[in-house]
């Protein structure tokens, strides 16, 4: 296998074809690196367009946000502090909420038997 290899290069048209191979790979990579610096810009102009449009919509979404801020700043006080003022302040319903607790509870409670009661009659089957 050596001596075939050994021979083939030492042939006299082994010079020009080796040369000829070697133009033909310089050729293609030069075409590649040229296709390879195209692609470079058109990917860094479009990376550019989406920095500048996120830019764009940090500030309008900022904007909003401020604006949102803003409304909330000069919106009147909520209703629970209303409630709490006209109701006797906050010491009055938390101590109306301790003695008699929320309303919505006993049907929460409710809910959660019956969803128990009926995840038991499923496993059972």
């Known amino acids: 296998m050596l001596a075939l290899v050994t021979k083939a290069l030492t042939r006299p048209a082994a010079g020009p074809i080796a040369t000829s191979a070697a133009l033909v790979l310089t050729a293609v990579l030069a075409a590649s690196l040229a296709r390879a610096g195209q692609t470079e810009g058109e990917l860094k102009a479009q990376v550019a367009a989406l920095a500048a449009a996120a830019r764009a919509n940090s500030v309008a979404w900022?904007?909003?946000?401020d604006s949102c801020r803003s409304e909330l700043a000069q919106a009147k006080?909520?209703?629970t502090t209303a409630v709490t003022r006209v109701a006797g302040?906050?010491?009055a319903v938390a101590e109306?909420?301790?003695?008699q607790g929320?309303?919505?509870f006993d049907v929460c409670a409710r809910m959660?038997?019956?969803d128990r009661a009926v995840l038991a009659?499923?496993?059972?089957k």
């Open 89 to 91: 302040g906050e010491e």
């Open 96 to 99: 109306r909420l301790a003695s």
């Open 77 to 79: 006080p909520p209703m």
């Open 62 to 65: 900022r904007t909003q946000l």
């Open 102 to 104: 929320p309303a919505g």
């Open 112 to 114: 959660e038997a019956a």
């Open 121 to 124: 009659s499923l496993d059972a």
